[in-house]
C-alpha cells in the first residue's frame, strides 16, 4: 500500500485565497478591513521568523497587521496593558501574543486580559474551557488543531465512531486536536510520556495524530493499515547534502508510514501550512462578529 498524501500546502493555499477575496468584498461595500495585532515579548529568533511570516500572511489577504514588540524584562502589568488597549482599539480585530514569552511573565494571565472576541489563536481560557464542554461553542479555535480538522474533512467526512490516537498533551495541539476530535464524535484515546505500550495502542488507531516532538518516533509498524496519520512534528536532522546542513522530518517515519498508512501529511507541506491560513481565516471571522 502507497499512501495518498495530504497536501497541507496546497489546502493552505486555497484557504487563504478564500479569505483574500472576502477581505476584498468587505473593502468593496465599505466595511471595516480586518486587523491583526501581533505581541512579542523578548528577542527569540523563531518568534521573530514566527511573527514575520503571519505579517507576510496578513499582507497577502489584505488583512492590515500592526506588530509590536517588547523586551524581554518588560513587567506583567506593561504587557497586560498593553493587550487591554488592543482590546479597546477598533483597527484591531484579533490580537496574538506570541508564544513562548520569557519566564517570569505568567502567559495565562495575559490571556485572560484579552477579549475572547479577539482571541483569534484560541488560547482564551474561556475559549478552551468551552472547547472542554458541551454548550456554547468556542469562537476561537486554536489555529494548528483547526487546520488538523480541516486536512481530516478532507479525506474522511466523518469521523464518527473512529478510533483516533493523540500522542502528546500539549496545550498549543495535543489537549485541543483530542477535544475536538472528541466533538466529532470519534473514541479518543491520548498517549504521551507515561502511557505504557504507545505501539499496541497506535495499532488500533483508525486516525493517528502525531504531536509529541520526538523525530521519527513513530515506525511504520506502529500504524493500522489504512490508518489516517496526521504528523505535527517538526525535527531538524542533519543532512550535509542540504544547502542549510539539515533537513525536516515529522514524528512519523514517513517512508515507512507511506507503506501501511491510507493517507498522511508529509513534513514539511502538511499541518505547518495550515496555521497560519486558519490565523487569517480566524482574523476575518473577529471582524465579521
Not at 529568533?45 to 523586551?71: D, M, W
Not at 491520548?190 to 499496541?200: E, K
Amino acid at each position: 500500500m502507497t499512501a495518498g498524501i495530504i497536501n497541507g500546502t496546497e489546502i493552505a493555499a486555497r484557504i487563504r485565497a478564500e479569505v483574500a477575496q472576502k477581505v476584498a468584498q468587505r473593502k468593496a461595500s465599505g466595511l471595516s478591513i480586518p486587523g491583526l495585532a501581533t505581541v512579542l515579548v523578548g528577542e527569540d529568533p523563531a518568534s521573530q521568523t514566527y511573527v514575520r511570516s503571519k505579517h507576510r500572511a496578513c499582507e497577502e489577504a489584505g488583512i492590515n497587521s500592526f506588530g509590536f514588540t517588547l523586551p524581554a524584562d518588560t513587567p506583567q502589568e506593561k504587557l497586560e496593558g498593553l493587550i487591554s488597549e488592543l482590546n479597546q482599539d477598533e483597527r484591531v480585530h484579533g490580537i496574538l501574543l506570541q508564544s513562548p514569552i520569557p519566564k517570569g511573565l505568567d502567559e495565562q494571565k495575559a490571556l485572560s486580559v484579552m477579549s475572547i472576541k479577539k482571541d483569534v489563536d484560541g488560547f482564551h481560557p474561556v475559549n478552551i474551557g468551552r472547547l472542554a464542554q458541551k454548550g456554547p461553542d468556542p469562537l476561537f479555535v486554536s489555529c494548528t488543531p483547526a487546520g488538523i480538522m480541516v486536512l481530516l474533512d478532507k479525506v474522511l467526512p466523518s469521523l464518527e465512531g473512529m478510533n483516533a490516537v493523540v500522542l502528546g498533551r500539549s496545550n498549543i495541539v495535543g489537549m485541543p486536536v483530542a477535544l475536538l476530535l472528541v466533538r466529532a464524535n470519534a473514541t479518543v484515546t491520548i498517549c504521551h510520556s507515561r502511557t505504557r505500550d504507545i505501539p499496541t495502542i497506535t495499532r488500533n488507531a483508525d486516525v493517528l495524530v502525531a504531536a509529541i516532538g520526538r523525530t521519527e518516533m513513530v515506525r511504520g509498524d506502529w500504524i493500522k493499515p489504512g490508518a489516517v496519520v496526521i504528523d505535527v512534528g517538526i525535527n531538524r536532522v542533519e543532512d550535509s547534502s542540504q544547502k542549510k546542513g539539515y533537513r525536516l522530518v515529522g514524528d512519523v517515519a514517513f517512508d515507512e508510514a507511506c507503506q501501511v498508512a491510507g493517507a498522511i501529511t508529509p513534513v514539511p507541506g502538511g499541518v505547518g501550512p495550515m496555521t497560519i491560513a486558519m490565523l487569517m481565516s480566524n482574523t476575518l471571522k473577529a471582524a465579521e462578529i
